[in-house]
């Protein structure tokens, strides 16, 4: 991975524009061979990025007078009395992202190695195999077709059928938030592209769900299930005893 702090404009070209102002910036390249921009607040997501397959070309200027750094209005500003070198960052549609640097503070590469991948706490997976060995917690009629079906983008954690005999896909988190939510659009967007599957309904299945998750998870129909743990797992609550 290659780690850049910058002053930089950034533009996007393609099925519409975006302007980065010069500014402070972390460019990252990672080696997969995408390219994200971020800044230092705001959020976790990227400014702007270029998901792979793209290509890093450097198009700097020789020229070591100042150079004149285009916006997407056309409008200029003077860079300094530095040359600002220009990185073009294209991928297979055709589309860019320009990256103006007037000035690197940090260039560093570092080899980071294979990841092992997202590892599940203990009571996320275990909720996932009570879940499982419970299917009927999901409603009457239902029936398991497998733990952790695999996808293109990753495993769904349970995929089953409702009475119906249609096809649910359920996404189990401790915590519920947004994030699993989106998680569980993206695999519901692939899964309804199978024939043999399609249509797949949703269900966001987690111990508490926060009111955002409840309002995007319903505004994409996806049915939200509060689990009890200790229910699943054939607990009884002590809470009102005396002894």
């Not at 070309?57 to 020789?62: A, G, L």
């Not at 990185?87 to 570092?110: F, P, Q, Y």
């Not at 997202?118 to 009570?130: C, F, P, R, T």
């Not at 599957?197 to 996806?222: C, E, H, M, N, Y």
Request: net charge negative.
């Amino acid at each position: 991975m290659r780690l850049v702090i910058a002053r930089c404009q950034v533009d996007y070209v393609g099925r519409l524009t975006a302007h980065l102002p010069m500014a402070r910036r972390l460019l990252m390249m990672k080696a997969d061979g995408s390219v994200l921009v971020h800044s230092d607040g705001g959020s976790y997501k990227p400014l702007n990025w270029m998901s792979p397959p793209c290509w890093l070309e450097d198009r700097s200027s020789s020229d070591s007078e100042a150079t004149a750094l285009a916006g997407p209005d056309g409008s200029t500003s003077a860079a300094g009395n530095h040359p600002a070198r220009s990185w073009v960052v294209t991928n297979k549609a055709g589309e860019e992202l320009r990256i103006i640097i007037e000035e690197i503070e940090h260039d560093s590469e570092h080899d980071l190695g294979v990841d092992p991948g997202l590892v599940k706490d203990g009571v996320e997976a275990h909720l996932q195999e009570l879940l499982a060995e419970h299917i009927e917690t999901l409603g009457a009629g239902y029936s398991l077709i497998r733990r952790e079906y695999m996808t293109a983008i990753g495993p769904v954690d349970i995929l089953c059928r409702d009475a119906d005999g249609a096809t649910v896909a359920v996404e189990i988190k401790r915590r519920g938030e947004i994030d699993g939510v989106e998680q569980l659009t993206r695999y519901l967007e692939l899964l309804n592209r199978d024939p043999l599957l399609a249509p797949v309904a949703g269900v966001f299945a987690a111990q508490q769900i926060k009111p955002q998750a409840k309002t995007l998870a319903s505004d994409r129909g996806i049915r939200c299930l509060t689990l009890d743990y200790d229910a699943l797992r054939g607990t009884e609550s002590d809470e009102f005893r005396l002894f």
